[in-house]
């Protein structure tokens, strides 16, 4: 398993169109300032917000693999979690830090939720799926929809993918099979565009693109996952680099001219390959002292032993977060969903819900949203008032789904039934 395929592609776009290079360092330069400016100037960090939609572009087998829908909806949440985690250096591991890096230790302030609303205005789970038949997306290849870069293919309807969602305002993540024939011959983990790539790149690109097998963070032991990808950090580092950051070691293997722009990350040589180092870890480009910073989310070593973005790169992801993408951080509103026209609310101060598809025809989704511990129980009632179907809540779960497969075609009614009274709505079965 590669790691990381952004390395080998961004080479490629430049052997491809040599004048990006001056693009890139044009970018790299400016952000960099940008970045100083602000960490300079910052007083009072506030807490960003980012919506985020999750486009499942697999085939059956692989759907299932991760638990069908239920556990797609369970891998929605707990990668959501994990990014939560580490963007605002909530980490347990963190005690992991060596001392002489402890005070380097940096906190993104960035809170990732699940898209609740659609582009259109309508009520979503946060994910999309669509099923295809063809055995997986090629990260180095060149596809034949787009650009032709960083799984292209899987980002347009038009070739079997997922249209992404206003890239402007949501981070879309498509998760696919990524195609074993890369330029080094394995599975690559992740890739995402890098803000450097913004002009050169539609926008319906934008995004990270993850291996289903990284996909979320190990709830249960039995869960399909690729060997030691099972913590989330795949995701955590592909939109390390979607937020501006390259690998800590720069965009080179060998040498040390190449930076990653960061002044608090030591300059490294190569990648650190699916271990955990002893600390210090030094090498050709940091011989003497404290070492590189291996237990880096953007380096390559094992998952189990990264535990910090430094507080240079959270610098980087702030900048980039307000400016290279303006629009993305000012929407929190897109994680919620509007309260639904039509609900009749027994209780005085009944929650909304959400559910969507409608019509629905095999599986409906119940969004409780920040109501969530107060929900007893989820009943799906004919229109003679006949329970059909009835669900027992779990605390803190958000999201629902309901089969309805079995239901002859009509008028249902969804009844959340909450500690302090129940509410209901409509749906049509087809
Ligand atoms: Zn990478």
């Given at each position: 398993m590669q790691p990381c395929g952004l390395d080998e592609v961004r080479k490629k776009m430049i052997q491809d169109n040599p004048s990006l290079q001056f693009e890139f360092d044009q970018y790299e330069q400016q952000i960099n300032q940008i970045a100083a400016a602000q960490a300079m100037s910052k007083s009072t960090a506030i807490t960003d917000t980012i919506p985020v939609v999750f486009h499942i572009v697999l085939r059956w087998q692989h759907i299932n693999n991760l638990g069908g829908i239920q556990g797609i909806i369970d891998r929605c949440k707990s990668q959501i979690d994990a990014l939560n985690r580490d963007y605002n250096a909530q980490?347990?591991?963190?005690?992991?830090?060596?001392a002489a890096f402890k005070p380097l230790y940096?906190?993104?302030?960035i809170h990732f939720g699940l898209?609740?609303?659609?582009?259109?205005?309508a009520a979503s789970p946060g994910y999309t799926i669509d099923t295809v038949t063809i055995a997986g997306f090629d990260p180095m290849a060149q596809g034949?929809?787009?650009?032709?870069?960083?799984?292209?293919?899987?980002?347009y309807a038009a070739a079997g993918g997922a249209d992404a969602w206003n890239t402007a305002k949501y981070l879309n993540v498509w998760v696919v099979n990524t195609a074993p024939n890369g330029t080094q011959g394995g599975f690559v983990a992740g890739i995402a565009t890098h803000p450097s790539m913004i002009n050169q790149?539609?926008?319906?690109?934008?995004g990270c693109v993850i291996h289903y097998g990284t996909f979320g963070r190990r709830e249960a032991g039995n869960q399909y996952f690729?060997?030691?990808?099972?913590?989330?950090?795949v995701l955590v580092h592909e939109v390390g680099h979607f937020l501006g950051l390259w690998h800590v070691w720069g965009n080179?293997?060998?040498?040390?001219?190449?930076?990653?722009?960061?002044?608090?990350?030591p300059p490294q040589d190569v990648a650190t390959q699916s271990y955990c180092p002893t600390f210090p870890l030094l090498d050709?480009?940091?011989?003497?002292?404290?070492?590189?910073?291996?237990?880096?989310?953007?380096?390559?070593?094992?998952e189990n032993c990264q535990h910090m973005f430094s507080n240079g790169q959270v610098a980087k992801i702030n900048a980039a977060a307000n400016n290279?993408?303006?629009?993305?951080?000012?929407?929190?509103?897109?994680?919620r969903y509007p309260?639904?026209?039509?609900?009749?609310?027994?209780?005085?101060n009944a929650p909304a819900f959400t559910v969507s598809p409608?019509?629905?025809?095999?599986t409906v989704m119940v969004n409780v949203a920040e109501n969530n511990t107060q929900l007893r129980k989820i009943s799906i009632i004919n229109n003679v008032g006949q329970v059909m179907n009835a669900i027992t809540a779990e605390s803190g779960r958000d999201i629902y789904a309901i089969d309805v497969q079995g239901l002859a075609a009509g008028m249902y009614f969804v009844q959340c039934a909450y500690q302090n009274g129940v509410e209901t709505q409509k749906i049509i079965v087809e």
């Amino acid at each position: 398993m590669q790691p990381c395929g952004l390395d080998e592609v961004r080479k490629k776009m430049i052997q491809d169109n040599p004048s990006l290079q001056f693009e890139f360092d044009q970018y790299e330069q400016q952000i960099n300032q940008i970045a100083a400016a602000q960490a300079m100037s910052k007083s009072t960090a506030i807490t960003d917000t980012i919506p985020v939609v999750f486009h499942i572009v697999l085939r059956w087998q692989h759907i299932n693999n991760l638990g069908g829908i239920q556990g797609i909806i369970d891998r929605c949440k707990s990668q959501i979690d994990a990014l939560n985690r580490d963007y605002n250096a909530q980490n347990a591991d963190s005690v992991n830090i060596p001392a002489a890096f402890k005070p380097l230790y940096g906190n993104a302030k960035i809170h990732f939720g699940l898209a609740h609303t659609a582009p259109n205005g309508a009520a979503s789970p946060g994910y999309t799926i669509d099923t295809v038949t063809i055995a997986g997306f090629d990260p180095m290849a060149q596809g034949s929809y787009g650009s032709g870069y960083i799984c292209s293919d899987a980002k347009y309807a038009a070739a079997g993918g997922a249209d992404a969602w206003n890239t402007a305002k949501y981070l879309n993540v498509w998760v696919v099979n990524t195609a074993p024939n890369g330029t080094q011959g394995g599975f690559v983990a992740g890739i995402a565009t890098h803000p450097s790539m913004i002009n050169q790149l539609p926008a319906v690109e934008l995004g990270c693109v993850i291996h289903y097998g990284t996909f979320g963070r190990r709830e249960a032991g039995n869960q399909y996952f690729i060997n030691n990808l099972d913590s989330g950090r795949v995701l955590v580092h592909e939109v390390g680099h979607f937020l501006g950051l390259w690998h800590v070691w720069g965009n080179d293997q060998g040498g040390c001219t190449a930076d990653d722009g960061v002044a608090d990350t030591p300059p490294q040589d190569v990648a650190t390959q699916s271990y955990c180092p002893t600390f210090p870890l030094l090498d050709n480009c940091t011989p003497t002292g404290n070492g590189v910073m291996f237990m880096n989310y953007m380096d390559y070593s094992s998952e189990n032993c990264q535990h910090m973005f430094s507080n240079g790169q959270v610098a980087k992801i702030n900048a980039a977060a307000n400016n290279s993408y303006p629009s993305l951080t000012t929407h929190p509103e897109l994680i919620r969903y509007p309260i639904v026209t039509g609900v009749s609310q027994v209780a005085g101060n009944a929650p909304a819900f959400t559910v969507s598809p409608n019509p629905a025809r095999n599986t409906v989704m119940v969004n409780v949203a920040e109501n969530n511990t107060q929900l007893r129980k989820i009943s799906i009632i004919n229109n003679v008032g006949q329970v059909m179907n009835a669900i027992t809540a779990e605390s803190g779960r958000d999201i629902y789904a309901i089969d309805v497969q079995g239901l002859a075609a009509g008028m249902y009614f969804v009844q959340c039934a909450y500690q302090n009274g129940v509410e209901t709505q409509k749906i049509i079965v087809e």
